[in-house]
């Protein structure tokens, strides 16, 4: 696996991660209330669009024209 994938593989596990996270805020949210869980799960849902567009625009960030 070259090192570029490997990045990909990372970033993905990061935007699965940050998703789950933010779903689990906004259940705890729903239950009990509170501005905290409400405010991790935006910030966290923000993360991972955030990680998401990286990852579809990779090449462009590394100044590549296409990725292997």
């Keep these: 696996m070259s090192i570029i994938g490997f990045h990909r ?3 993905a596990t990061a935007i699965v991660f940050c998703a789950v996270f933010a779903a689990w805020e906004f259940r705890i ?3 009990s209330g509170g501005l905290g869980p409400l405010a991790l ?4 849902a923000l993360a991972a669009a955030a990680l998401a567009y990286y990852l579809a625009n990779l090449a462009r960030f590394l100044n590549r024209e296409t990725l292997q």
């Design 9 to 11: 593989f990372l970033i």
């Design 29 to 31: 949210f729903s239950a």
């Design 41 to 44: 799960g935006v910030l966290f």
